[in-house]
C-alpha cells in the first residue's frame, strides 16, 4: 500500500481555471506536506508547505490540509499554460529535518 | 547564492561497472539527502547526512551503495557494482533546519543514471 497517493492525470484545465491536485497519505502522525513542482527534465522545486489544519494561501496558490481525512490539496487559480507540470506531493513525519516521502504526481496540462 | 550541484548530469555504464555520483548542497546547509527516482515510481528516500554524519541510511537498497560526506560538504554516492535495476534519477537535496515546518529541502537537478 503506496503511503502517499496522488491520481497521476493527466489533469487537463483551461487557461484561467482553478486547477485542483489532491493528495491521501496513510500516516495519521504526519506533521508536515509539501507541494513540489516539477518541469520535464528538471529538478523539483517548493512551492508550498503546510502543516496546520486549514488553509494556506500564496499568491495564485492555496494549500489545503484536513488531517482527519487525511488529505491535502493544492489549488491554482488562474491557471497559466507555463502551470503545465508534474506536482509532488510530498510528507514529512517528524517535525524535525529528516526524509521526505513522495507521491507519484499528478501531471497537470493547462491549454489555451 | 549557488543552488545544489550535481554531477554528472548523465552517466551511462555497463552492468558490473562503479560509477560514483557527487552532490555539493548549498553553503551553510547542513542536512544533506539523496534520492532516487525509477522510472514511472514515485522519488524515494536513500539516505540523509546531517554535516557529516549519517542520521537516517534506512533508504539505501543495499551494499553496493556507498555514500560518504567527508568534511561535511560535499557528498558522493558510489554504485559498485552496478546493476541494471539501478537506472533512474538520483537527487540530491539539502537544508538549513530552522524550527518545525520551515525544512526546505532544495533540489538538485540529479543524475540520470543509465546501467546498460
Known amino acids: 500500500q503506496k503511503e502517499v497517493e496522488q491520481n497521476s492525470g493527466p489533469l487537463s484545465v483551461p487557461e484561467g481555471a482553478i486547477a485542483s491536485l489532491n493528495c491521501t497519505y496513510s500516516?495519521?502522525?504526519?506533521?508536515?506536506f509539501f507541494w513540489y513542482r516539477q518541469y520535464s527534465g528538471k529538478s523539483p522545486e517548493l512551492i508550498m508547505f503546510i502543516y496546520s489544519n486549514g488553509d494556506k494561501e500564496d499568491g495564485r496558490f492555496t494549500a489545503q490540509l484536513n488531517k482527519a481525512s487525511q488529505y491535502v490539496s493544492l489549488l491554482i487559480r488562474d491557471s497559466q499554460p507555463s502551470d503545465s507540470a508534474t506536482y509532488l506531493c510530498?510528507?514529512?513525519?517528524?517535525?524535525?529535518?529528516?526524509?521526505?516521502?513522495f507521491g507519484t504526481g499528478t501531471r497537470l496540462q493547462v491549454t489555451l | 547564492e549557488a543552488g545544489v550541484t550535481q554531477f554528472p548530469s548523465h552517466s551511462v555504464i555497463e552492468k558490473g561497472q562503479t560509477v560514483t555520483l557527487r552532490c555539493d548542497p548549498i553553503s551553510g546547509h547542513d542536512n544533506l539527502y539523496w534520492y532516487r527516482r525509477v522510472m514511472g515510481k514515485e522519488i524515494k528516500f536513500l539516505l540523509h547526512?546531517?554535516?557529516?554524519?549519517?542520521?537516517?541510511e534506512s533508504g539505501m537498497p543495499n551494499n553496493r551503495f556507498l555514500a560518504e560526506r567527508t568534511g561535511g560538504t560535499y557528498s558522493t554516492l558510489k554504485v559498485q557494482p552496478a546493476e541494471l535495476e539501478d537506472s533512474g534519477v538520483y537527487f540530491c537535496a539539502s537544508s538549513q533546519y530552522l524550527g518545525r515546518g520551515t525544512d526546505t529541502q532544495y533540489f538538485g537537478p540529479g543524475t540520470r543514471l543509465t546501467v546498460l
Open positions: 500516516d495519521r502522525g504526519s506533521q508536515s
Open positions: 547526512f546531517v554535516k557529516e554524519s549519517k542520521q537516517d
Open positions: 510530498a510528507v514529512r513525519y517528524t517535525g524535525t529535518a529528516s526524509k521526505l516521502t
